[in-house]
């Protein structure tokens, strides 16, 4: 029987622990225990033949952290601890008896980009060096266990179902809140492992069985693949100097049989379990009744902290990230300013928007390269799940790969092309897709013709195993000013396509008010007709008040806002009618010279800020707003953090609310008005991770008319030169926090000065000082931001 | 082997003067719409930490002026020796908020950098406290014990944070990684050897050992 049978027929057991046998032979603390496969493969073979004879089913190689970063000799030490395993089972089993071989693969001990310095596709291409191998030696399953990460997790099963075509099973390290260490919980995971087709997925390490007995039932009803469940023995605690964990055999094993009846079909132990722990749980559980988890159909998408469904509550999906008929949008994306495109992202979470849809198609850009650093930058500040929207079905790719979670895929539609170009997508990655009513002859003008589309589109979707429960149906909604039946087909749609097809339904709402005055009237009121019709996912705008104001009291009236809560914190914080608020707390200040603009920037009051200048530049001369007004409150704050009466998070406050209020004054001005001082690069150098510092400087430097590209942190220097040559840049500000990485910013100053000896470079950074700076031959040391705002303004850069 | 304690977020409340000192403030006092900002920042830092720390004890098998040999080897450091003077043996110690706190600035030095920069400080004080916390905790029973003495400060280079890695188990145990600069991720974490044995404090602020003289963030009692 193959593995996969095996675990869909009866109860299977895994191994115990491995760490603590092996201490108990002598493993020194610090040694790596993957390389007794070759110098002590007795001991490993015995330890495997133990749990095979205690009952196990399922023994995992001793190659816990057998890869490239740690080994140079990978090849040997996985081809030997596959053997003492194969052996091991051989013995004990027979070669044709059920106890299998599972290839052991732990986390890297490296975090993954953004947070830490590993590449995603590096992480995939060392798990696959290691999977290979293990493949190649006839391992009979691959586990990936103990993963703290949900990012590091994707990249492990992506390298094991692109490099073998064995079974895949993923076990996490779940805290006593149900998280893991980077935030995503059971509904999250599974709605990411099922989507990439692990076959069986679970929870391991870290607590004992009493704390994951809660557990459980979380991931067994979000699981559609067997649940897998290898707990620790317990707590460890201190008992006379001694460390022990505080579970024993008996209660081990009794607690097993809990964790059995709440769903869980495949278990073993690990830290601090040993045969003993496997033999009396095998004999507790194997004579209760086995019961796989059932097919759930739920329609869901992920990011790495949670998952969404849909289907229930009515699903806002942020519009707002899509350049489409926006100036400044646009404008922002041709400067790779991600800024506001990140702002855009929080706002709409903070409006109560469940996805973000992503769209930052421009025919002038790089769209697969801005695709994947949006998805990732806004990863960085948003936990929302995101809807990829693209018509580049290398984007899409692309995006999905890099993407944390089970992406929201925006669309296909019912021709072939389309479909042959996404669903291969879909199936790799996981996803749920929208799926558009559009046809080889275009869109049907009536609700069954629609309905046929989505019917065709379900059918093809089942070819390549794509459950219908990840078809989101978006039926279409038609401008109603070109044709006044079209919300009626629309709405007709939803009903049909719904009640007939079993799938779930979206729409882009606003279309439906293209060319009409006040959309918004229009817009909100199909909305509500649409969710009455049973609509469950609306692409719309969630600053919209009308909008919102119709998903909060629907809600409240059909029983989906528990208590009015939602409904009251939305309605309660609404003033009807008035806008005066910002103008009220601003109270004479005696060093402003009585200019509210001033006093706003000072005390750093955003949005006070923006109304005052906007109001300004309706009678003023917009330059003189920023010469007279901005750019000496400014230089006050400045000044006075030179000379140590203002102090950091002021300086920053001002600095924004400054921004603010340039936003409301640039639209203002004139073309040549708005000439920049110059560019700048700013990055922090290769090695360091840490950005702050960086981002200081160029929030001030943008406010003093300079247009920074930023470059990021961990920049290698080659990349640092081959910006500043390709766009002939003056100056470039290099940022380095440890002192390990101060030869990196050494190495990027030689490379310019190679390539472009005009180019100033100015450093800074905790570690550095005068004496540094002049070491590695850097033109300016600048002490703070500051600093380096006064050393630019002696340049000429333009 | 190995011991582990989880705090709760009150054992990392941030020591609020150390956190200005971080943000440059050298003994002033913030004003009043800093302070808000300041308070606000403290309290989405407290949701997000979750402080763990694991330790162990290694004898100190051989000590000279210039070389100490713990349980993963010898350690070249004249700074660490001086501080181990007189001990028997040490506890290697390693501690975290967690990546939450990462994410926390990570967002905000994006998109509010006042905030980014507060989130920092203060993220940094908390890890402090922790550690603080968990060396009460650790050497309650103990009588003579020195202060935790970390990789990076003064010679004892930054490169035995593999030591403390693999000896600690930290990626199981705490969620850590180590960057190839051997930088730690959760940044908001730290490790140390505490001597037993000795009642050695000659480091009780990590700035008196640091050769940056001029740093801006140094403490001014020093």
């Known amino acids: 029987m193959n593995i996969l049978d095996k675990i869909h027929s009866s109860i299977t057991y895994f191994d115990g622990g491995m760490g603590t046998l092996l201490q108990a032979e002598g493993l020194k603390p610090g040694e790596l225990p993957e390389l007794w496969n070759i110098s002590r493969p007795e001991v490993i073979y015995n330890i495997h033949k133990e749990y095979l004879k205690a009952g196990a089913n399922i023994i995992t190689t001793n190659t816990f952290g057998a890869n490239r970063l740690k080994f140079d000799n990978l090849e040997e030490i996985i081809s030997a601890a596959i053997d003492n395993a194969r052996k091991a089972v051989n013995e004990v089993c027979g070669e044709n008896g059920e106890g299998y071989v599972a290839f052991d693969v732990g986390p890297l001990g490296k975090m993954l980009k953004p947070l830490g310095d590993l590449e995603f596709e590096d992480a995939v291409s060392i798990f696959a060096d290691s999977i290979r191998i293990a493949d190649r030696c006839g391992a009979d399953l691959i586990i990936i266990e103990t993963m703290n990460d949900s990012y590091e997790a994707k990249a492990a099963v992506l390298a094991a179902k692109e490099n073998s075509s064995l079974p895949v099973f993923a076990t996490c390290v779940y805290d006593e809140h149900a998280k893991l260490m980077t935030g ?101 559980t194997k004579p209760l009744p086995f019961t796989l988890p059932q097919k759930k159909h739920l329609t869901v998408v992920s990011s790495y902290t949670h998952a969404v469904d849909i289907g229930n509550i009515p699903v806002l999906i942020g519009e707002r990230i899509n350049p489409t008929g926006k100036k400044k949008f646009k404008q922002a994306l041709r400067d790779n300013d991600l800024e506001y495109i990140l702002n855009e992202g929080v706002a709409q979470q903070d409006a109560g928007a469940d996805i973000l849809d992503v769209n930052v198609g421009l025919p002038e850009i790089d769209e697969c390269a801005m695709m994947v650093r949006v998805v ?209 707390t601003a109270k004479n200040d005696a060093d402003d010279g009585g200019d509210p603009l001033k006093r706003a920037i000072i005390k750093g009051l955003c949005e006070q800020a923006k109304a005052t200048a906007a109001e300004l530049v309706r009678t003023s001369d917009p330059l003189e707003v920023i010469n007279e007004r901005i750019i000496p409150a400014l230089d006050k704050v400045g000044k006075g953090f030179e000379e140590n009466t203002v102090f950091l998070p002021q300086l920053l406050m001002s600095a924004d609310a400054a921004k603010a209020a340039f936003e409301a004054v640039r639209e203002a001005l004139s073309k040549t008005e708005q000439q920049s001082k110059g560019k700048v690069i700013l990055a922090t150098v290769k090695g360091d991770i840490h950005d702050i510092g960086k981002n200081i400087v160029k929030v001030l430097l943008a406010n003093y008319g300079y247009d920074v590209i930023d470059l990021g942190k961990d920049v ?83 | 082997m190995m011991n582990i304690i989880k705090g709760r977020p009150e054992n990392a409340s941030p020591d609020l003067k150390e956190a200005l000192r971080y943000m440059g403030y050298k003994g002033h006092t913030p004003d009043p719409d800093s302070m808000k900002l300041i308070e606000e920042c403290k309290s989405e830092l407290l949701k997000a930490v979750s402080p763990v720390c694991c330790y162990m004890y290694t004898e100190i098998r051989a000590i000279s002026e210039d070389e100490t040999e713990l349980v993963f080897g010898k350690v070249k450091s004249r700074d660490l020796a001086r501080h181990l003077k007189g001990c028997t043996g040490a506890y290697l110690f390693a501690a975290t908020i967690g990546i939450s706190v990462d994410r926390l600035i990570s967002k905000y030095s994006r998109i509010k950098p006042a905030k980014g920069v507060i989130t920092d400080a203060l993220g940094s004080s908390s890890i402090e406290s922790f550690c603080d916390f968990a060396e009460l905790e650790i050497t309650k029973d103990i009588t003579q014990h020195c202060s935790r003495f970390s990789a990076g400060y003064g010679d004892f280079s930054l490169s035995h944070q593999t030591d403390f890695m693999r000896c600690l188990d930290m990626n199981r145990t705490l969620g850590i990684t180590l960057s190839d600069s051997l930088l730690m991720t959760p940044t908001k974490s730290v490790t140390a050897v505490i001597g037993i044995g000795a009642s050695n404090r000659t480091c009780a602020s990590k700035c008196i050992s640091c050769p940056n003289t001029k740093c801006i963030y140094r403490d001014s009692g020093h």
């Open chain 1, 184 to 284: 995503a919980d059971p509904a999250a995971m599974a709605a990411l492992l099922e989507g990439l087709g692990v076959d069986a997925i679970g929870m391991n390490c870290s607590l004992g069985p009493r704390q994951m007995v809660g557990i459980v039932p979380k991931l067994v009803e979000r699981s559609s693949v067997p649940v897998i469940v290898n707990p620790n023995a317990g707590l460890p605690k201190s008992v006379g100097g001694e460390t022990v964990y505080d579970v024993d055999a008996d209660e081990f094993s009794d607690i097993m049989t809990e964790i059995v009846k709440a769903g869980a079909t495949i278990v073993g132990g690990c830290c601090g379990t040993t045969p003993e722990f496997i033999r009396k749980t095998v004999d507790k």
């Open chain 1, 376 to 584: 990732s930058e806004l990863q960085a500040v948003s936990d929302l799940p995101l809807q990829l929207d693209t018509v580049d079905p290398v984007a899409m790719e692309k995006a999905m790969r890099v993407y944390n979670g089970k992406p929201l895929v925006n669309s296909v539609n019912g021709k072939p092309e389309s479909m042959k170009a996404i669903f291969p997508l879909v199936k790799k990655y996981g996803g749920a897709v929208i799926a558009l009513t559009i046809g080889t002859d275009g869109i049907p003008t009536t609700a069954e013709g629609r309905c046929e589309i989505a019917e065709n589109i379900i059918k093809e979707a089942e070819k390549y195993g794509i459950d219908r429960c990840d078809i989101i149906v978006d039926p279409l909604a038609m401008t109603v000013s070109s044709d006044t039946n079209s919300a009626n087909v629309t709405l007709e749609s939803i009903r049909i396509i719904e009640e007939r097809l079993g799938v779930h339904t979206s729409l882009g709402v606003s279309n439906i008010s293209f060319g009409l005055p006040n959309r918004d009237f229009i817009t909100s009121t199909f909305y509500a007709i649409a969710l009455q019709t049973g609509l469950d996912c609306a692409i719309m705008n969630p600053f919209s008040f009308e909008m919102m104001k119709v998903y909060r009291s629907f809600r409240a009236l059909r029983n989906m806002d528990e208590s009015c809560a939602g409904y009251i914190e939305f309605a309660s914080n609404v003033t009807v009618g008035s806008t005066q608020a910002v103008q009220s």
């Open chain 1, 716 to 798: 290698p220097p080659e990349v640092i030169r081959d910006c500043a040559v390709s766009q002939d840049i003056r100056l470039v500000g290099l940022s380095a926090l440890m002192t390990t990485t101060v030869p990196a910013m050494e190495e990027t100053i030689k490379l310019l000065r190679e390539s472009c000896p005009n180019t100033k470079v100015v450093v800074g950074g905790a570690v550095l000082t005068q004496e540094y700076a002049d070491m590695i031959g850097a033109d300016k040391y600048a002490k703070d931001a500051m600093e380096t705002v006064r050393y630019a303004e002696t340049l000429e850069l333009l």
